[in-house]
């Protein structure tokens, strides 16, 4: 079954700062992967996702991710953090034991300080 | 803009009643999702359903039931509300064909059993 795992429970940086937010997969077949991020007291949101199309990835807010097959990792990187970037992120698979089931990392809050 | 709708964001109920979670979708979705977000854990899946009248039991059902009586609603109960079951629910729905789209999220629903 496919699976995710997001290294750090919290990241903390400054503002202007490089944002990394590390995820791994565990997966025998190119996975479908996403990044989702949720604001306090909201729902998620997509931020990005990986197509196959490309191995790095543009989203929103100035987001991106890079595909790497060969460490099976799809960190989410923003060169310069923006106190409004202060949010849980999630990532996630599509699918499990052969249905569309999205499947989430612990998450990992990043904390901007001014 | 297309949504997801979480009948309540706070509900407060007391220990012993039964409880009702609605949410609704007008995408057209097939599948649709409830899940259960714990600090620490993410988030983990109660149930999950596929089409109208269809079920599927996610990591955690016990002390849950749902109802889907029409494609764009889908109900999760608390048979008999517990403290233990204090939490935020998260609704989603997603598209069951195609595995490389998201899952759209409602706002969530913040419950405290007393």
């Known amino acids: 079954a496919q699976s995710v795992t997001q290294l750090g429970s919290h990241v903390s940086v400054s503002e202007g700062a490089l944002v990394l937010l590390r995820c791994n997969y565990s997966s025998s077949v190119p996975p479908y992967l996403f990044w989702y991020v949720q604001y306090p007291n909201q729902g998620l949101q997509l931020l990005l996702k990986?197509?196959?199309?490309?191995?790095l990835v543009k989203g929103i807010n100035g987001f991106e991710a890079e595909f790497k097959k060969s460490e099976t990792s799809f960190h989410l990187t923003k060169p310069s953090a923006h106190m409004s970037d202060a949010a849980e992120y999630f990532c996630a698979v599509s699918e499990r034991g052969g249905s569309y089931i999205p499947t989430f990392g612990r998450g990992t809050s990043l904390i901007v300080h001014p | 803009d297309v949504k997801v709708t979480q009948s309540s964001r706070y509900l407060v109920k007391r220990t012993g009643e039964k409880v009702f979670l609605e949410c609704v979708q007008d995408m057209d979705h097939e599948n649709m999702f409830w899940y259960r977000q714990d600090p620490g854990l993410g988030l983990r899946l109660i149930y999950f359903?596929?089409?109208?009248?269809?079920?599927e039991k996610g990591d955690i059902p016990e002390g849950y039931s749902v109802s889907r009586e029409k494609k764009e609603r889908f109900s999760l109960i608390l048979e008999s509300a517990s403290t233990n079951q204090t939490s935020m629910y998260l609704c989603a729905s997603s598209q069951h064909t195609n595995p490389n789209t998201e899952a759209f999220f409602g706002q969530g629903t913040r419950l405290t059993v007393v």
């Open positions: 359903s596929y089409d109208v009248k269809m079920k």
């Open positions: 990986y197509t196959s199309a490309a191995t």
